[in-house]
């Protein structure tokens, strides 16, 4: 019953931005945990951000000061704003729910990914 759908990946330069959308369905967002994930071609999957239901949030050391991870005026909405993109932000991203930010890989409910590509 609990359903997200990414969108918003795409192909950009070194430097530019991008806005990832999770769309969640069968709850609302806010009374999960929403994270952030990426898989990069042949690495494992990582945390990139999370929020909790109470509105904290998190990051990864390697997008802080570049990644927002916000809900939207939308309940159902969750986005991940990145700026300053690199090229070894280039992966699959992922978000994901459950109760906790804390259970990292092994939230219950993923989407299928969005491929974001940072390269010129």
């Known amino acids: 019953q609990l359903q997200l759908v990414e969108s918003g990946g795409g192909l950009v330069q070194p430097g530019g931005s991008l806005r990832l959308s999770c769309a969640a369905s069968?709850?609302?967002?806010?009374?999960?945990?929403v994270g952030w994930f990426r898989q990069a071609p042949g690495k494992e999957r990582e945390g990139v951000s999370c929020?909790?239901?109470?509105?904290?949030?998190n990051y990864a050391d390697s997008v802080k000061g570049r990644f927002t991870i916000s809900r939207g005026n939308a309940k159902n909405m969750v986005y991940l704003q990145m700026n300053s993109l690199k090229a070894e932000d280039t992966g699959i991203y992922y978000c994901?729910?459950?109760?906790?930010?804390?259970?990292?890989?092994?939230?219950?409910?993923w989407g299928k990914g969005t491929l974001v590509t940072v390269s010129s």
């Open positions: 929020i909790s239901n109470t509105n904290r949030t």
């Open positions: 994901a729910a459950d109760s906790s930010c804390g259970l990292g890989n092994i939230m219950h409910s």
């Open positions: 069968g709850f609302t967002s806010d009374e999960y945990a």
